[in-house]
T-cell receptor, first 115, second 112 residues
Framework: EPEVTQTPSHQVTQMGQEVILRCVPI?????FYWYRQILGQKVEFLVS????????KSEIFDDQFSVERPDGSNFTLKIRSTKLEDSAMYFC?????????????FGDGTRLSIL | GESVGLHLPTLSVQEGDNSIINCAYS??????FIWYKQESGKGPQFIID?????DKRQGQRVTVLLNKTVKHLSLQIAATQPGDSAVYFC???????????FGKGNQVVVIP
């Protein structure tokens, strides 16, 4: 069964450094998402992406965050200058469509630890 | 603000028994709901979904029930197995861009 893959599984970064989280969505999917989950809390929406542009972003997704689909297979999340509170699990998801009956499928996440 | 939430933090169930996980939602405009399972160290795994124009939907060993009158969603797992031990999230679809709002999660522990 096709799946979303994310790399690295764990990223440790010094505060203030830039970090890029990588995702390979399911190959025929057109809609891409990033979510995060702070330890012990619920999964929170960050951003949705379609047709090479952001469709929607949450209040968490400020100017320090950016997303890119640099080629036909990768989807990246960049945090320009990391803060301690950026420490979380970051999940990438993809979906075949935008309508009903088009569930998002998630990767296993990247654990980001900011020191 | 409006949100999705779960009633019980932990459910312990004997192997072979049925499990019921509940979820309350408050956004009456939500038209699509999804149950996800999250095992330790893994991402949310799709289990089953339901549109708001349906009351019930069945999958393999799982059934989702939707009561729009009281804004309540439940997931029933038949003949619970050790592999069902996980955290279960309900999520509602908000808006046309498929933004998902997740509840806090409900831990299911299966006792062999």
């Amino acid at each position: 069964e096709p799946e979303v893959t994310q790399t690295p599984s764990h990223q440790v970064t010094q505060m203030g450094q830039e970090v890029i989280l990588r995702c390979v969505p399911i190959s025929n999917h057109l809609y891409f998402y990033w979510y995060r989950q702070i330890l012990g809390q619920k999964v929170e929406f960050l951003v949705s992406f379609y047709n090479n542009e952001i469709s929607e972003k949450s209040e968490i997704f400020d100017d320090q965050f950016s997303v890119e689909r640099p080629d036909g297979s990768n989807f990246t999340l960049k945090i320009r200058s990391t803060k301690l509170e950026d420490s979380a699990m970051y999940f990438c998801a993809s979906g075949a469509g935008r309508g009903l009956d088009q569930p998002q499928h998630f990767g296993d996440g990247t654990r980001l630890s900011i020191l | 603000g409006e949100s999705v939430g779960l009633h019980l933090p932990t459910l312990s169930v004997q192997e072979g028994d049925n499990s019921i996980i509940n979820c309350a939602y408050s956004n009456s405009a939500s038209d699509y709901f999804i149950w996800y399972k999250q095992e330790s160290g893994k991402g949310p795994q799709f289990i089953i979904d339901i549109r708001s124009n349906m009351d019930k939907r069945q999958g393999q060993r799982v059934t989702v029930l939707l009561n729009k009158t009281v804004k309540h969603l439940s997931l029933q797992i038949a003949a619970t197995q050790p592999g069902d031990s996980a955290v279960y999230f309900c999520a509602e679809n908000i808006g046309g861009n498929n933004r998902l709002a997740f509840g806090k999660g409900n831990q299911v522990v299966v006792i062999p």
